[in-house]
């Protein structure tokens, strides 16, 4: 596609390669594009510029923009994972009643991601897919679609003690007593399957993906 042509993989590849070896960046979660810019040179911002221009329903996606919004001012943390305030308490509560239940629990694999860090993440699963864009469209939101990106609607990816979804597989966490739980129970807490089988939002199955209201 032409409008794709300014996805140059060594650009990419270079980015990646400075969001990997910086230390510095221990809050990628919540980075700002000004900051993110800052570890950029010129033809690296431009090519996230030029890819944020891109209208993602061209490529299969039918969910809604949420908007370029700014970090939660009120935030609740786990080790490198964040979450505003009120999502944090309500998935504290479910869990211990996951545990009292069931004595299981789960673990939060990714809370709130700022647009900055879905850009980057972006990227980065496309050179995990060989730079097959509109494989990566299904399997990743752009920046400002991403529920990951909206407090108000702020999403949860679940992951088990054992480490599943660590593949990202919907056959793993789907099996799991955790997601038999969440299915019968979560909406008691405020909690949603964003993206069921055969969603309308054109993103594949992803049964770890819990939004907090809405």
């Given at each position: 596609m032409?409008?794709?042509?300014?996805?140059?993989?060594?650009?990419?590849?270079?980015?990646?390669g400075k969001?990997?070896?910086?230390?510095?960046?221990?809050?990628l979660?919540?980075?700002?594009?000004?900051r993110l810019?800052?570890?950029?040179?010129?033809?690296?911002?431009?090519?996230?510029?030029?890819?944020?221009?891109l209208?993602?329903?061209?490529y299969?996606?039918?969910?809604?923009?949420?908007?370029?919004?700014?970090?939660?001012?009120?935030?609740?943390?786990i080790k490198?994972?964040?979450?505003p305030?009120?999502?944090?308490?309500?998935?504290?509560?479910?869990?211990?009643?996951?545990?009292?239940?069931?004595?299981?629990?789960?673990?939060?694999?990714s809370?709130?991601?700022?647009?900055?860090?879905?850009?980057?993440?972006?990227?980065?699963?496309?050179?995990?897919?060989?730079?097959?864009?509109?494989?990566?469209?299904?399997?990743?939101?752009?920046?400002?679609?991403?529920?990951?990106?909206?407090?108000?609607?702020?999403?949860?990816?679940?992951?088990?003690v054992?480490?599943?979804?660590?593949?990202?597989?919907?056959?793993?966490?789907?099996?799991?007593?955790?997601?038999?739980?969440?299915?019968?129970?979560?909406?008691?807490?405020?909690?949603?399957?964003?993206?069921?089988?055969?969603?309308?939002?054109?993103?594949?199955?992803?049964?770890?993906h819990w939004?907090?209201?809405?």
């Amino acid at each position: 596609m032409k409008e794709l042509k300014f996805l140059d993989k060594k650009t990419i590849n270079s980015i990646l390669g400075k969001m990997g070896k910086s230390r510095k960046i221990k809050d990628l979660r919540i980075i700002s594009f000004p900051r993110l810019y800052n570890y950029l040179n010129k033809k690296e911002i431009e090519l996230i510029e030029n890819f944020l221009k891109l209208n993602p329903g061209k490529y299969g996606f039918k969910g809604k923009f949420f908007g370029i919004k700014k970090a939660p001012k009120n935030l609740g943390t786990i080790k490198e994972q964040y979450l505003p305030k009120p999502v944090y308490l309500a998935f504290r509560r479910m869990n211990k009643a996951l545990e009292d239940e069931t004595g299981r629990k789960l673990l939060i694999d990714s809370g709130y991601r700022s647009p900055a860090c879905q850009t980057v993440l972006f990227l980065r699963s496309l050179k995990l897919h060989k730079f097959n864009f509109s494989k990566t469209a299904k399997r990743i939101a752009f920046p400002g679609y991403s529920e990951h990106g909206n407090p108000e609607r702020q999403a949860i990816d679940f992951i088990t003690v054992e480490g599943v979804p660590s593949d990202k597989k919907p056959s793993g966490f789907e099996k799991t007593k955790e997601f038999k739980w969440l299915m019968k129970n979560a909406d008691r807490f405020g909690f949603y399957l964003s993206y069921p089988k055969n969603n309308k939002d054109g993103i594949i199955y992803e049964p770890w993906h819990w939004r907090f209201g809405g």
